[in-house]
Nanobody
Framework: QVQLVESGGGLVQPGGSLRLSCAAS????????MGWYRQAPGKQRELVAT???????NYADSVKGRFTISRDNAKNTVYLQMNSMKPEDTGVYYC??????????WGQGTQVTVSS
């Protein structure tokens, strides 16, 4: 059974930092491209950052220079380091695992709130 379990969300003040983790089980983690997405209230889910099985990374323009995605294949975990956070970073953050064109798994999400 495939599971993606996100953790590390919470309440942070503007300018602060959080690190999200997504622990995967039931998949050959090193073969998967991984990503972080977020969904704000009343808005569509959007891409935040992705990392390929070969460690290539891609970021949304809104988070470039502030967020860093990384992975540890030995721990079957992908991370999202979020710095200089802004209120518009608020939302539910989801982990996604993709293999090829047809296999996709999502985690349940973790809430991130940026507010003073």
């Amino acid at each position: 059974q495939v599971q993606l379990v996100e953790s590390g969300g919470g309440l942070v003040q503007p300018g602060g930092s959080l690190r999200l983790s997504c622990a995967a089980s039931g998949i050959t983690f090193s073969s998967y491209n991984m990503g972080w997405y977020r969904q704000a209230p009343g808005k569509q889910r959007e891409l935040v950052a992705t990392i390929t099985s070969g460690d290539g990374t891609n970021y949304a323009d809104s988070v470039k220079g502030r967020f860093t995605i990384s992975r540890d294949n030995a721990k079957n975990t992908v991370y999202l380091q979020m710095n200089s956070m802004k209120p518009e970073d608020t939302g539910v953050y989801y982990c996604k695992a993709v293999l090829g064109a047809r296999i996709t798994y999502w985690g349940q999400g973790t809430q991130v709130t940026v507010s003073s």
